[in-house]
């Protein structure tokens, strides 16, 4: 069934009576067309669109809107108390005995059908195109003629290309053996999901030795090519799940990577940034309507803002009290996610709340004919890099980052050299806090936001910086990458739930024979 043209339908009907044409409707096709057995009306609506016309195509927009009636052997359209020959276009009373029509599924099948098919004699190009692969998916031998009459007066080589692949598809159906082995080796060279449909389908009913081996050669020849298309797909859709891991863990790798603190609110400061957005959202929506598609780009630093702040507040509040103390730093800072999940329920409620994509963030760039790579996941996979390299930059050629390192290393010899190190604690806690609040921005463009979004990445965030190693920034990315790509092609294999499995496993046997995690502390520190 065609349901992605019914929203077309109307413009279908306003290109074909600009375009105009010399064929008329008869009050014979009309009748054929509204009442009868369902076979003698699909062939009445085949036959009427080879030669389309306004009145066709406003006939069967009628008939489709259930705006047909059959009186004293004649089809009329209603609108409202009036009636209209579908002739003429000339209004006409209403007899009382006028029978309304009843289209079955399949019949409104044909009608969107017919309808999307008028589409291949209009002047949109991108509507011919649409047209042509709709009718590719849905062969019939009924529309050869209009693929043909559509194929002779195409100018578009690509839109013909797909033509004669509609044509072919529908030739899979053919009587003629010769013709079935053809349809077979030109559809052989379109390789998409739909293609490989078409010929899986055929191929368990064919009964000749000679069609069936070429159907089965061209079932090959897609597969082969279809499947680069499902390896790339697992290959991105790992990276792209390592950049938001790596979003993630970045955070953690300064509180816990480089300070030492295993903070369980990690994952509840993500949140605070996340619905930091869905605020930004919803005053643009109120107040900028007009500069909508840039609210992400001011949400950014407030979500930032946001989580450092409650970084900053907790680690002088709390956790500068327990420093060395890692079970009592666990504890605490667990009850504290508690409370801000707690909070946000208690302000925005426990349902989830959806953020929108900018305009700009929405669809996608088509690699393959089955490989779609979205513009939110590409966006955040940049956003992933610059943030690392923000990060990096800040860590290694700062004096901020100079301090923080001076601190983490020797916190005694750094105060005697004048380092503030309560001030530098509070600032690094509140840095790795804002990263944390831009990973829930960003996870905000992919999937619902709610109270309990931190707890689905705070368990892979602390794997991700152990595995990589303990205050290794290079080690954190690689961790990331390397986790999202593994889980990926094992989801492909053995599902979701045993991937998770079979990567927690790989970590806890990694971490047994390498306890310092990929990258290693070199040097007498390490001791």
């Known amino acids: 069934m065609l349901r992605c043209f019914l929203a077309m339908r109307w413009c279908l009907v306003s290109l074909l009576c600009l375009a105009g044409s010399a064929h008329a409707l008869t009050a014979e096709q009309a009748l054929a067309m509204a009442a009868g057995e369902t076979d003698d009306r699909v062939a009445a609506v085949q036959q009427a669109v080879v030669e389309p016309s306004d009145r066709v195509a406003a006939f069967l927009q009628a008939l489709a809107d259930d705006a047909v009636r059959v009186a004293g ?11 209209i020959d579908p002739v003429t276009g000339a209004e006409v009373p209403v007899p009382a005995d006028a029978e309304d029509i009843i289209n079955n599924n399949r019949m409104r ?20 195109m649409a047209a042509a692969k709709a009718l590719t998916k849905e062969p019939d031998a009924g529309r050869l003629p209009l693929l043909d009459k559509a194929l002779a007066q195409e100018t578009n080589d690509k839109i013909k290309t797909q033509l004669e692949l509609a044509r072919a598809a529908t030739l899979l159906g053919s009587d003629d053996a010769a013709q079935r082995i053809a349809a077979a080796q030109a559809l052989s060279l379109s390789a998409t999901p739909d293609t490989r449909l078409l010929l899986n389908e055929r191929v368990t009913v064919e009964e000749d030795a000679k069609v069936k ?7 090959k020849a897609i597969d082969g090519q279809l499947a680069w298309g499902e390896r790339l797909g ?16 970045l955070g953690l790798a300064i509180t816990y990577g480089l300070m030492g603190v295993i903070n369980m609110a990690h994952g509840e400061l993500m949140m605070i940034g996340a619905y930091a957005t869905y605020v930004v959202q919803g005053i643009f929506q109120k107040y900028f309507p007009g500069a909508f598609d840039w609210y992400l780009v001011a949400a950014l630093p407030l979500a930032f803002g946001a989580s450092a702040a409650v970084g900053a507040v907790l680690e002088r509040g709390v956790l500068r009290f327990l420093y060395g103390r890692p079970l009592e730093t666990l504890l605490a800072t667990w009850g504290i996610s508690l409370v801000l999940m707690q909070l946000v329920r208690t302000i925005f409620g426990a349902q989830n709340v959806g953020v929108e994509n900018p305009a700009w963030m929405s669809g996608g760039v088509q690699v393959l004919s089955n490989l779609t790579l979205p513009y939110n996941r590409l966006v955040i996979i940049g956003f992933a890099i610059a943030v690392l390299l923000g990060m990096g930059y800040l860590i290694a050629r700062t004096r901020l980052g100079l301090f923080v390192r001076g601190v983490t290393q020797n916190r005694p010899i750094a ?3 004048g380092v503030n190190t309560a001030r530098i604690d509070t600032m690094a806690f509140a ?3 804002g990263i944390a609040g831009l990973a829930g921005c960003a996870l905000s463009q992919v999937g619902n936001v709610g109270p309990d979004l931190g707890q689905s990445y705070i368990v892979d965030a602390f794997m991700v910086v ?15 990458l390397g986790l999202g790509i593994l889980n990926k092609f094992l989801e492909g294999w053995a599902g979701a739930v045993l991937a998770k499995i079979a990567v927690l496993v790989f970590i806890i046997i990694f971490i047994q024979k390498r306890p310092q995690g990929i990258f290693a502390v070199k040097g007498r520190t390490a001791d």
């Not at 999307?116 to 991108?126: I, Q, V, W």
């Not at 859709?237 to 863990?249: E, M, Y």
């Open 415 to 417: 105060s005697c050299m």
């Open 431 to 433: 840095l790795g806090s």
């Open 213 to 219: 081996a070429a159907l089965q050669a061209a079932l």
């Open 466 to 480: 152990v595995l990589g190693g303990v205050g290794q920034l290079a080690g954190t990315v690689y961790a990331a």
């Open 109 to 128: 099948g044909e009608i969107d059908t017919a309808l999307a098919g008028l589409a291949l004699f209009g002047k949109d190009e991108a509507l011919r």
């Open 234 to 249: 697992a290959a991105f859709s790992g990276i792209s799940l390592g950049s938001i891991l790596l979003l993630v863990a």
């Open 73 to 83: 052997g004649k089809a009329l359209i209603v609108k409202g108390d009036k009636g």
